[in-house]
């Protein structure tokens, strides 16, 4: 059962990812609407393998960083064996934090601007990715 589960995650094994699994990228807002349109408009594939963007709430609340929403955040990502990436808005301070409970989980955070942007670059990476552990060549792409 364990190895049948890291072959379809593929998430810190060697086993790789079966052909047309579903992997998961984990969207904070704002990024998620632009993020869910370039999905939708690439099929919600990259390569043989199906995306799905879940989509986190804004940890900014009346420009106030929230430490523990960003926490909750990444959290979320590290305890879902599909998930590949992490999507956030380009803000230093909220990307050092959420970068460091990702890491452990070798999940690739993707700090941008745009939406489309993050996920297109996302998509690439995977349909790129070799046939070890998904999220380390994820991770190695968009380094």
Do not use: H, W
């Amino acid at each position: 059962m364990c190895v049948l589960l890291a072959a379809l995650a593929g998430c810190g094994e060697d086993e790789g990812v079966a052909e047309g699994a579903t992997v998961t990228a984990y969207v904070v807002e704002p990024l998620c609407a632009e993020a869910e349109r370039e999905l939708e408009r690439q099929r919600g594939r990259a390569g043989e393998l199906r995306v799905r963007a879940v989509c986190l709430p804004n940890p900014r609340s009346s420009q106030r960083l929230d430490l523990a929403a960003i926490g909750a955040n990444a959290r979320s990502a590290t305890e879902d064996s599909t998930a590949v990436a992490y999507l956030e808005a380009f803000d230093p301070p909220a990307n050092r934090f959420s970068e460091s409970i990702l890491e452990t989980a070798e999940i690739a955070g993707v700090y941008d601007s745009s939406g489309k942007v993050a996920m297109t670059n996302l998509l690439k990476a995977i349909e790129a990715s070799d046939a070890g552990s998904l999220r380390r060549s994820v991770g190695e792409a968009l380094e």
